[in-house]
């Protein structure tokens, strides 16, 4: 299994609703991303995971919450958004010291 | 800091051409690595090609080469017989350590080919 899984594809979902962005590997990576991009931008980071800890947050409003539960699974869990926050979130992993990054499809969010 | 500069917003191509998208960048690190995404309009994001500061020869991946030039800082992705599904936005990045590799991108170019 050489590929980054995320669910779901597209989320619709208002300022007050409650909901969770999923990404999984099963590539034993250690290093798990997860990034925002706008249209027509490049990707942003938002946080870093390694070894299930995390290791870099890019000051970002704790409106969007991240978790590790385990070395294949990162969830990005989402409150109280505003319209702004729509854009494509990318979830990515690395293998231990490695250069590349390995992508999943992204999800589409739409806060309405 | 690092800095990565794609000056291309757009760029057209005849299908079956060559194509050259520009990349130049800063750092004072003496190690560095650049890399090559492709992300077509499906959003994923596809690692094409690597060159690491230190390697003797230009990284080359199929259809993909990267010319390197050091001392002008440029690492120019190079497409040689486009096809029409190389049609995407391409993004030069730069790795940086923090912990973990991570990339800094440019701001993209957007690549049509046309039939």
């Known amino acids: 299994d050489t590929e980054v899984t995320q669910t779901p594809k597209h989320l619709v979902m208002g300022m007050t609703n409650k909901k969770s962005l999923k990404c999984e590997q099963h590539?034993?990576?250690?290093?798990m991303y997860w990034y925002k991009q706008k249209a027509k931008k490049p990707p942003e980071l938002m946080f870093v995971?390694?070894?299930?800890?995390?290791?870099i947050n890019e000051s970002v409003p704790s409106r969007f919450s991240p978790e590790c539960p385990n070395s294949s699974l990162l969830n990005l869990h989402l409150h109280a958004l505003q319209p702004e926050d729509s854009a494509l979130y990318l979830c990515a992993s690395s293998p231990k010291g490695s250069y590349e990054q390995y992508f999943g499809p992204g999800t589409r969010l739409t806060v309405t | 800091a690092q800095k990565i500069t794609q000056t291309q917003p757009g760029m057209f191509v005849q299908e079956k051409e060559a194509v050259t998208l520009d990349c130049t960048y800063d750092t004072s690190d003496p190690s560095y690595g650049l890399f090559w995404y492709k992300q077509p309009s499906s959003g994923e994001m596809i690692f094409l090609i690597y060159q690491g500061s230190y390697d003797q020869q230009n990284a080359t991946e199929g259809r993909y080469s990267l010319n390197f030039q050091k001392a002008r800082k440029s690492a120019n992705l190079v497409i040689s017989a486009s096809q029409l599904g190389d049609s995407a936005m391409y993004f030069c990045a730069m790795r940086e350590w923090r912990g973990s590799y991570i990339p800094t991108f440019g701001r993209g170019t957007s690549l049509i080919v046309h039939p």
């Open positions: 995971y390694s070894y299930e800890k995390l290791s």
């Open positions: 590539m034993g990576h250690r290093a």
